[in-house]
């Protein structure tokens, strides 16, 4: 299956500060999206965005369809977004057909 | 209105019991979806079910039953679990095989 990798694992800010998030993907992919965990599992819908730029409110993402990476940016970046950020991707040619397939996360806390 | 509603929320059972998880969407999709989620590692997919038909199985162990009763419903039957099948079951449903994926709360289940 499509290999997806999220960089950094782990991360740090203080409250204000900015982020950029990245995932790389092995193969060409109809489906991304980027996801907000929080403390209580619930899985969050932040994008979908298989190609190209879109925002909304301090945070946007980009993805380069053809160079296979997606960019998670957060700006001013405040307590509550602490929390594991996934990106997962799908593709009709793999071997789970259209459903999505998780990167490890970015954990991140944001401190006061 | 773009909810999964996803019962119990949480779920405490032995060995030898029998249960089920249960999960519901009005918003019209026609795929739906079951992943398993152990602590601080990713969802991983377990069953798609596409125009109420089972369409991926993951290799999954017979002790984890679905059902799809119709285009609204998705249940997970489980019997003679072990412990190490105690993780946050997490449904999610998308308009078809393509499009993006919308996920409930989760159910968080214990197997004593």
């Known amino acids: 299956g499509i290999q997806v990798e999220q960089s950094p694992p782990d991360l740090i800010l203080q409250e204000g500060a900015n982020s950029t998030l990245r995932c790389n993907f092995s193969?060409?992919?109809?489906?991304l999206q980027w996801f907000h965990q929080n403390p209580w599992g619930q899985l969050i819908n932040l994008f979908y965005i298989p190609s190209g730029t879109k925002q909304n409110g301090r945070l946007s993402a980009t993805t380069v369809a053809t160079e296979r990476y997606s960019l998670l940016y957060i700006s001013s970046s405040q307590t509550t977004d602490s929390g594991v950020y996934f990106c997962a991707v799908g593709a009709s040619n793999s071997n789970s057909g259209y459903a999505l397939n998780f990167g490890k996360g970015t954990s991140l806390l944001v401190t006061p | 209105d773009t909810e999964v509603t996803q019962t119990p929320k949480h779920l405490v059972m032995g060995m030898t019991n029998k249960k089920s998880l249960k999960c519901e969407q009005h918003m019209g999709h026609r795929a739906m979806y079951w992943y398993k989620q152990k602590a601080k590692k990713p969802p991983e997919l377990m069953f798609v079910y596409s125009y109420e038909k089972l369409s991926i199985n993951e290799s999954v162990p017979s002790r984890f039953s679905p059902e799809c009763p119709n285009s609204s419903l998705l249940n997970l039957h489980l019997h003679a679990l072990q412990p190490e099948d105690s993780a946050l079951y997490l449904c999610?449903?998308?308009?078809?095989?393509?499009?993006?994926?919308?996920f409930g709360e989760g159910s968080r289940l214990t197997v004593l």
């Open positions: 193969d060409s992919v109809n489906n």
């Open positions: 999610a449903s998308s308009p078809g095989l393509t499009g993006e994926l919308f």
